[in-house]
């Protein structure tokens, strides 16, 4: 499985943006999503995962009531929607795709991952 993060771009805080996952096969509709971040000079970290039928979603306590994770299944893509955008959310944001349906928060509970796009918020 090939995913392919998009969405990221420049943008003032207060903003929004929209990421985009797209999967190249349709085996990421059987399996939970998630997104993540690295920061420059940190580690990377959880941001949301959602589960492979959409019903469960988790989020970070850093983004709860700012960002948004759904997925359409019918065409292989998950979408973080992030609103109110602030300074520290910048990064590089990385979605893969875990090794069971139910939406993990660790590293470790993923076994594909996209190759990262980038999001600077500025203050």
């Known amino acids: 499985v090939q995913l392919q993060a998009s969405g990221g771009g420049l943008v003032q805080a207060g903003g929004s943006l929209r990421l985009s996952c797209t999967a190249s096969?349709?085996?990421?509709?059987?399996?939970?999503v998630g997104w993540f971040r690295q920061a420059p000079g940190k580690e990377r970290v959880f941001v949301a995962a959602?589960?492979?039928?959409?019903?469960?979603?988790v989020y970070a306590d850093s983004v709860k009531g700012r960002f948004t994770i759904s997925r359409d299944n019918s065409k292989n893509i998950v979408y973080l929607q992030m609103n109110n955008l602030k300074h520290e959310d910048t990064a590089v944001y990385y979605c893969?795709?875990?090794?069971?349906?139910?939406?993990?928060?660790?590293?470790?509970?993923?076994?594909?991952w996209g190759q990262g796009t980038e999001v600077t918020v500025s203050s």
């Open positions: 893969a795709v875990g090794r069971g349906s139910y939406p993990g928060q660790t590293d470790r509970e993923y076994i594909y």
């Open positions: 096969k349709r085996t990421s509709s059987n399996n939970a």
């Open positions: 959602i589960s492979w039928r959409g019903g469960s979603t």
